[in-house]
């Protein structure tokens, strides 16, 4: 390294260093002036001008390594999100003609084998790296260069992306600088129609209007005639709202938030208000307030939850202020934003679970919106929480914390009895409209009165038909996706599954083929069955798409969509679907959870959930839980406008408690119930818990290790109670051989300390990285 560099390397800082044979970037922890101990070797080259983590950041990596057993290297790299910028290739994005192309190809028959058709379906979602379509398509570099001939896709270099002249025209904004004389024509019309047009446009926008505007945008830019800026993500805009005035629930509220941000200290909320009491209202007063006393704030959402409508109502609130972080987004387009936080142009950060690590100085305040919303918490090293990561540096920083939901976690509810966190309630809607008034269908009862195995009931299509009648929409909920969740023969009952892992394959008709939920596995339908080879093949258990399909058929007439994970493209599609629900072109939506969460849809007056079985019966603790939660949560969409709802469930377990309180809409009745169980049984909040899966290529490994930590393990140390190890629910998944391990700490030091030793004896056994995983707080055990 150069000696003019040494004194830039700062902690936090990126490096290329050489590692062996490798060069590898790495992250600067500290920096000091003793000499090194063993041989030390030069870093090559700093990557950064200024920290990519600061202090705060790294700080809080460390706490997060050591909480959540995750190794520091990992656990800092997932915390930056610069990582794809310096990831040297080609991106690939459509052209226009490409576009239109593409949208012909979604409306087509089945191209599903042809290379070409994939890719351009593929990149109609978003530009994708080459390296990524290398493993998605065959042939790909063949079939890319022969689409770049024809003029559907163009290239890009990801290193260059942050040159205006090298960035693709639909991402340019063109604005007029001065004139001059002699230019060529198409410049010359350009800067005309700029002149006569004044403020900023797109490039790419232009192109009806300006022949070859994108090659004389770049020529006039390099005369300095023209900026050309890179915009920034697309600022959507949902329906213009007005700002409220607060109801005296949240006023009530929002002073206690405002007076805890007044005395600049740290101080947890959990704001529990029912579906539609406007908790939304609230957060957007508490921002305004940080922001007044010159901090900054950062809000959490689900991953579904960031659409287009939440985001445009912070860009309207806070104009040009709003950073928005999404998983959905390409490396380039967050490091952009992740710039303009930390550069303090974005004072407010509305991002999903990993935006908790945003480079925003003077925190001040820190929203997590639904707290209990399972994807805050990442299924995969490091195992994180983002809401308890959010506590954990809002302690740091001395911030506010305020987590919202209708439905809160029992963690946190817990933590507001016992006085950790201060309970805000919004008991009641917006304008005091009703709650909706919720029915249990006994499907068994209904069985027994038509004797047919029916999708829906009688209730329910009466119900379904009187919406159609009136104009107004359903929502219909089924938690599976796929068409029958599983494929088995009549004759002797063999169920068929993945090859990989010990699952049911589901069906899914579109493809007519039979897809693993856990490895995406896939095959066709058998003929005949593979053990016994009767021809009686049988579709059973329901999905989504099968769901729809029955709809359809009950009401030609009606106009259905579906929203689940088969029928999104990446996230446009999840906003078109939802957008046109919202618009009325649909009078019903399928779907799974996706349409459960957080959508304010004032015409709906009808939830149905078709079961409410699926996930009550799974062998994990927080089955019950989730239940509630996502019939609660399904249930609030229905009656937010005008026009009160109602929400009909329908169910094999009508006397469960989790079914019983969702009825009600009675989440005290609900935590009563569930934390009594909670604490019988040790789980969650009452003690901290770890899930330890020992995985192996084969039983046999699998299971020597797993006895192996069982032994390390016997007797129980002191504080710690041992459950397995068993084999896991899912015994294999993608062709590991999976067995399981439940600790149930009474401390969270102890049971650190414990998960610290099974650690350092798989390192010592020299177990491979994939063999021990360990999850601290498990949202599942499954
Ligand atoms: P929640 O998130 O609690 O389910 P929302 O924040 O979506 O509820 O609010 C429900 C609806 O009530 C929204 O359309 C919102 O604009 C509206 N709203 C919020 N606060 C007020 C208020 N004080 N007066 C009138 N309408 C309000
Ligand atoms: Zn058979
Ligand atoms: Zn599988």
Redesign the pocket.
Known sequence: MPETLRHRVLAGCRVLAPLGTRTLTGLVLKTHTDPPRGQAREILRLLDEEPALDDELLQLGKWIAEFYCAPLGETLRAMTPLAGEIRRGKVYSLTKTGRDVARQLHLGSDVDNDPAATALRMLDARPLSASYLKQKIQKAAAVLKSLEKKGFVVTEDVAAERDPLRASAARLRIEFVGRAEKLPKAERELLSYLELHPGSHNVADLEPFVAKASTAARALARRELVRLTIEAMAEVHGPI?TP????PH?QAAFDCIRAALDRKQYHTFLLQ?????????VYLKAIEAALALGRSALMLVPEIGLTPAVAGQFYQRFPGRVAILHSAFQDTERAQEWRRIRSGEAAVVVATRSGVFAPVSNLGLIIV?EEHDQSYKQQETPRYHGRDVAVMRALHAKAVVVL?S?TPSLESRFNSESGKYSLLE?PQ???RRPMPDVQLIDMRTEFLETRKHATFSRALIDAVTARLENGEQSMLLLNRRGFSSFVACRACGERVECTNCSVTLTFHRRDRRMLCHYCNYSERVPERCPKCDSEYIQFMGLGSERVEAELNGAFPKARIARLDRDAINGKRDYETILAGFRDRDYDILVGTQMIAK?H?I?NVTLVGIVSADIGLGLPDFRAAERTFQLLTQAG?RAG?GETPGIVLIQTINPDHYAIQCAAAQDYQAFYQKEIQFRRALSYPPFTALANVVVQGRNEEEALGRSAALGRLLQPAPEGVRVMGPAAAALARIKNEYRFQMLLKAATRKRLNQILGDLRRFAAAEKWSATALVIDVDPMTLL
Do not use: C, F, Y
């Open positions: 709202r409220h005035a607060l109801n949240q208000g029912v579906t539609g009491s406007g908790k939304t209202e919106d919202g209708a919004l809607r917006i304008e957080g304010d004032p609030g937010r």
